[in-house]
């Protein structure tokens, strides 16, 4: 087998590669997959019995939702509460 023909293959893999990890990466951060996340995020696996067993869960899992929400509105310069102006600093 002539050398450029392995060059030629080695560079078509490391293309390949290179495209399918950054296809999962983006994919991944859209949250349709769990690619390079070490778990999936707790919430919602077990249910009615993990909010029986462990009720502070729940909280914790909404707790974390509503930071992520404040976080992504200040973020976006929305107001923290609908039809209130934001406060100027001074």
């Known amino acids: ?3 450029y ?3 030629g293959v080695v560079v078509v ?7 399918t990890h950054l296809l999962l990466a983006r ?3 859209r949250g349709w997959v769990y690619y ?3 778990t999936a995020p707790k919430g919602s696996s077990a249910g009615l019995l993990e909010e029986i067993y462990q009720p502070a869960s729940a909280h914790v ?3 974390h939702a509503l930071e992520d929400s404040l ?5 976006s310069g929305d107001p923290e509460t609908p039809g209130r102006p934001p406060l100027a600093d001074s």
């Open 71 to 75: 976080k992504d509105q200040s973020e």
């Open 13 to 19: 893999l490391g293309i390949v590669a290179l495209t």
């Open 61 to 63: 899992v909404d707790q």
């Open 5 to 7: 023909l392995i060059l």
């Open 36 to 38: 390079r996340t070490p």
């Open 1 to 3: 087998m002539p050398w």
């Open 27 to 29: 994919v991944n951060k």
